[in-house]
């Protein structure tokens, strides 16, 4: 009589162990690496101190305890951070201001602040502008390169537009005279001034043109289990109240965005 080549006790004992060891392999499997990005635009992100801080910081490393992620989070220009993210892959950039035509270009997950595009002029020429009519679509405008502030000004009729690198650059030259518009998001007005030596008094908004809803963005190849995660992450930060805390410590006067979103091409 044959015999099996293995008894079954051993047989049952050796598929235990294999399916013991795919289940490890699946679990210890680390998140996939990304190489995150951030601009210089206080609140949401800067340096203080010779250390990253800012709202939109804070709730990403908050995003990276919860999946035990360590991947540097790194300060660059915007036209830099923004290219890799469109060059990628495995590429992360915060905050990326949401746009029908950005959708097309990236993962978007979010929201995580809701801001304005505004334009803002020195305190107490408003009016004078105002009166302009049509007129005013003609006048000097500042804005950073590479921007959804700058497109949008472009977008809504402004021809004149003075490009800058950062937006303390562009809040300078205002402060300077050299032009008396200057379009940015609505959260980082009071910071960006602050940083350049000057208050939020001495500017008043002229008109806001647009809603901007603020997102984390990935490369369009980023793997859909990366995403996931990210996502996950976030519906736990909010569901659990982190990120309203986080929210609320940075921007005191605005309302934390609820909903979470996963915008893909």
Same mark, same amino acid.
């Given at each position: 009589?044959?015999? *099996?080549?293995?008894?079954?006790?051993?047989?049952?004992?050796?598929?235990?162990?294999?399916?013991?060891?795919?289940?490890?392999?699946?679990?210890?499997?680390?998140?996939?690496? =990304? &190489? +995150?990005? @951030?601009?210089?635009? /206080?609140? +949401?992100?800067?340096?203080?101190?010779?250390?990253?801080?800012?709202?939109?910081?804070?709730?990403?490393?908050?995003?990276?305890?919860?999946?035990?992620?360590?991947?540097? +989070?790194?300060?660059?220009?915007?036209?830099?951070?923004?290219?890799?993210? !469109?060059?990628?892959?495995?590429?992360?950039?915060?905050?990326?201001?949401?746009?029908?035509?950005?959708?097309?270009?990236?993962?978007? =997950?979010? /929201?995580?602040? +809701?801001?304005? @595009?505004?334009?803002? @002029?020195? %305190?107490?020429?408003? #009016?004078?502008?105002?009166?302009?009519?049509?007129?005013?679509? %003609?006048?000097? $405008?500042?804005?950073?390169?590479?921007?959804?502030?700058?497109?949008?000004?472009?977008? %809504?009729?402004?021809?004149?537009?003075?490009?800058?690198?950062? *937006?303390?650059?562009?809040? &300078?030259?205002?402060?300077?005279?050299?032009?008396?518009?200057?379009?940015?998001?609505?959260?980082?007005?009071?910071?960006? !001034?602050?940083? $350049?030596?000057?208050?939020?008094?001495?500017?008043?908004?002229?008109?806001?043109?647009?809603?901007?809803?603020?997102? !984390?963005?990935?490369?369009?190849?980023? /793997?859909?289990?990366? $995403?996931?995660?990210? #996502?996950?992450?976030?519906?736990?930060? %909010?569901? #659990?109240?982190?990120?309203?805390? $986080?929210?609320?410590?940075?921007?005191?006067?605005?309302?934390?965005?609820?909903?979470?979103?996963?915008?893909? /091409?």
């Amino acid at each position: 009589m044959l015999r *099996p080549a293995h008894p079954p006790s051993l047989l049952a004992y050796m598929l235990r162990q294999a399916i013991t060891l795919l289940a490890f392999c699946f679990v210890s499997t680390p998140s996939h690496a =990304l &190489t +995150i990005y @951030t601009e210089s635009w /206080p609140p +949401i992100s800067y340096m203080a101190d010779n250390k990253l801080t800012g709202m939109g910081v804070e709730i990403v490393q908050a995003l990276q305890s919860r999946m035990e992620n360590k991947d540097p +989070i790194q300060l660059v220009p915007w036209v830099r951070g923004y290219k890799a993210l !469109l060059d990628g892959p495995d590429v992360m950039l915060f905050s990326v201001g949401r746009s029908s035509e950005r959708e097309k270009l990236m993962i978007m =997950l979010g /929201p995580i602040a +809701i801001s304005s @595009t505004s334009i803002y @002029t020195r %305190k107490g020429n408003a #009016e004078r502008l105002l009166a302009l009519g049509d007129g005013i679509y %003609k006048q000097a $405008i500042g804005g950073y390169r590479g921007s959804i502030f700058a497109d949008t000004a472009a977008k %809504k009729g402004f021809s004149n537009i003075d490009l800058a690198p950062t *937006p303390q650059m562009t809040a &300078t030259k205002l402060m300077a005279k050299r032009f008396d518009l200057w379009v940015d998001g609505s959260v980082v007005i009071a910071s960006v !001034l602050k940083d $350049i030596g000057h208050s939020a008094n001495e500017v008043e908004k002229v008109m806001t043109l647009d809603s901007l809803e603020l997102y !984390l963005a990935f490369s369009a190849q980023t /793997p859909a289990r990366t $995403i996931k995660e990210w #996502e996950e992450a976030l519906i736990w930060l %909010k569901k #659990e109240g982190h990120f309203q805390k $986080i929210h609320r410590k940075w921007l005191p006067n605005d309302v934390p965005p609820p909903e979470v979103n996963v915008l893909r /091409p």
